[in-house]
């Protein structure tokens, strides 16, 4: 049994090569962490732990920067740690918006109402503006902080288009058939509604943990995140303000940007390919 449904996965992956590049690249970003963490001290990402700016070489294969820190350990601690920020907002974003946006579509009434005014209010309000505010007014941020900064804004989309779904789905003949059948309305939701909807939470949580690594990201070059912690974006910020670019320490930022590079690539062909599963047009054309 455990056989058959691996083939049938390995097949189905085969028939949707973006899902599979993405899972790909993304594993590829994991083990670079997870090895690298077990066969490169973390101490080395450090200030002061290495001769500054010394270019790629054998002992330091990225380089080093202005504080003396190994690029190699600096990324192999910064990229759990930008996504690690990532995968908390997402989810947390995405489990807030699930929450609404089943109870909002299928009880409707006033709290439907409310809710679907915030959520058109807050989208057109430049998210990055509010994560901004937030962050200013947060001081000595931590990562779990910067989560709940990030997931803050995180719900708003994921929210409409599940509520947009849920709309759809609650008029089916199957719902209304268990509706008169005796069933309550969480149950409805439980196993009638969510059961149809975990393909589109999970394409949800997908972008949505694309979208809070972005926001996370563009803080940290902004000089808003965790200060003494190297994640890719407080990288970049230091990049910035130092002149890395300009002054040709081509070691200094290729690496992050490199990392952030794939990690966003991974992400789209994922989201993408999950996509096809939760659209049912998409499916028919592949």
Known sequence: MTTSRTADILAYLRRNPRLAVGLVILTGILLFSGIGSLTVNAKLARPL??????????????GTDKFGRNMLAAMIVGTP?????GLIAGVLGVSIATVLAFASAYYGGWFDTVIRWVVDV???????MLLIMIAIVVR????????????????????????????????????ELARLSGMSGLEIILKELMPNLIPIIVANLVSTIASAILATIGLEALG???????????????????????????WWWVPPIVIIVLIFLGLFLASTGLDEIANPRLRRVA
């Open 49 to 62: 732990s290495a001769p500054p700016f010394k270019p790629p070489s054998l002992q330091y294969p990225f």
């Open 81 to 85: 740690l930008t996504l690690q920020v």
């Open 122 to 128: 807050g989208l057109t309000i430049p998210s990055i």
């Open 140 to 175: 000595d941020i931590t990562i779990t902080q910067m989560a709940l900064v990030v997931a803050s804004t995180a719900w708003l989309w994921p929210t409409r288009t599940m509520r947009s779904q849920v709309l759809s789905l609650k008029e089916r003949g199957y719902v």
């Open 224 to 250: 808003l995140g965790p200060s003494e912690i190297p994640t890719l974006g407080r990288i970049i910020y230091w990049v910035i303000i130092y002149s890395g670019v300009l002054q040709g320490y081509w």
